[in-house]
């Protein structure tokens, strides 16, 4: 289908291992978003791209986390040294202006560190 | 009727009722609010927005409307369907000017036949 792609759908860490989550955004979009959705919980802001350019960082919960968008299409999300706290679904969203009629997210990657 | 699950409030309701879901929100300033349907093992899907300078705004079987004297929002489904059965979250964004949106911590509907 032409609708936002995440990869891997599920990812079992070891605690301190590094891992790069994938997200594919629907073609054309300029607008990319990261989300973490704990469980139980509502989507919790990551960060924003427009095309390449990152543009709000804000909610990286630490410097373990890091994206990047070098191409202005996909985009990577690094966690390194992950720890148990980082298990969540992680959910990315693209979109020709921001969040709203015109964004769509993706069915996440769940990340599970033992 | 409206019970505190384990780690979601959760609304039952019968086939064909109307169902009414509730959020507060946290932030005077938010001009702009979505509502997300999300059902398990998939990411959240939009069904309806409303912008501050409105209190109501109507789509296909649902209905948001807007207070903000009390920072309230809802939304209204008509005529419940088992297909409706999923997680429902609110979301505003605080920041005119950015995209940090913030979610409820959502409400969960039951659909009983």
């Known amino acids: 289908g032409a609708g936002v792609s995440q990869s891997p759908r599920y990812k079992v860490a070891k605690r301190g291992q590094d891992v790069a989550l994938r997200c594919d955004p629907i073609s054309g979009h300029v607008s990319l978003f990261w989300y973490q959705q704990a469980l139980g919980q509502g989507p919790e802001f990551l960060t924003y791209?427009?095309?390449?350019?990152?543009?709000?960082k804000s909610g990286l919960p630490s410097d373990r986390f890091f994206a990047e968008r070098p191409e202005g299409s996909v985009s990577t999300l690094k966690i390194q040294r992950t720890q148990q706290e980082d298990s969540a679904v992680y959910l990315c969203?693209?979109?020709?202006?921001?969040?709203?009629?015109?964004?769509?997210f993706g069915q996440g990657t769940r990340l599970t560190v033992v | 009727g409206e019970s505190v699950g384990l780690h979601l409030p959760t609304l039952s309701v019968q086939e064909g009722d109307n169902s009414i879901i509730n959020c507060a929100y946290s932030n005077s300033a938010s001009d702009y609010f979505i509502w997300y349907k999300q059902e398990s093992g998939k990411g959240p899907q939009f069904i309806i927005d409303i912008r501050s300078n409105m209190d109501k705004r109507q789509g296909q079987r649902v209905t948001v409307l807007l207070n903000k004297t009390v920072k309230h929002l809802s939304l209204q489904i008509a005529a419940t369907q088992p297909g409706d059965s999923a997680v429902y979250f609110c979301a505003e964004n605080p920041d005119n000017y950015g995209q940090n949106f913030v979610f409820g911590p959502g409400t969960r509907l039951s659909v009983l036949p």
């Open positions: 791209f427009q095309n390449e350019a990152q543009l709000d």
């Open positions: 969203a693209s979109g020709t202006r921001g969040l709203g009629t015109e964004a769509f």
